[in-house]
Nanobody, 125 residues
């Protein structure tokens, strides 16, 4: 069983930065594709970014391109999301998830994660 724990959220002003972390336990995280998703109250879950097993392949949602960077910190068995140039519309609960491959991540067929507490990101105007 793989357990995922999100952290790193907080309150920042527009234009600020945050780094989110998704730490995995139970299995080497590089065995899985990983992704970040977010959901604001009253809105649908939105894809943010995904990363392949080695980290060489990345995929970003339109809202993240040019501002966010997904990466792996293998020493910590974690996937990071560096968020720069934050905007108020980035305000949401951010969740991470793991899946066997890219298709599964993008279709939200998660093996692990994708729900639960997440980490709250709030961006003030």
């Amino acid at each position: 069983q793989v357990q995922l724990k999100e952290s790193g959220g907080g309150l920042v002003q527009a234009g600020g930065s945050l780094t989110l972390s998704c730490a995995a336990s139970g299995r080497t995280f590089t065995d899985y594709y990983a992704g970040w998703f977010r959901q604001a109250p009253g809105k649908e879950r939105e894809f943010v970014a995904a990363i392949g097993w080695s980290g060489a392949v990345t995929d970003y949602g339109d809202t993240a391109k040019g501002r966010f960077t997904i990466s792996r910190d293998n020493a910590k068995n974690a996937v990071l999301l560096q968020m720069n140039g934050l905007k108020p519309e980035d305000t949401a609960v951010y969740h991470c998830a793991a899946a066997p491959d890219h298709r599964a991540i993008r279709s939200e067929n998660f093996q692990y994660g994708g729900w639960g507490q997440g980490t709250q990101v709030t961006v003030s105007a």
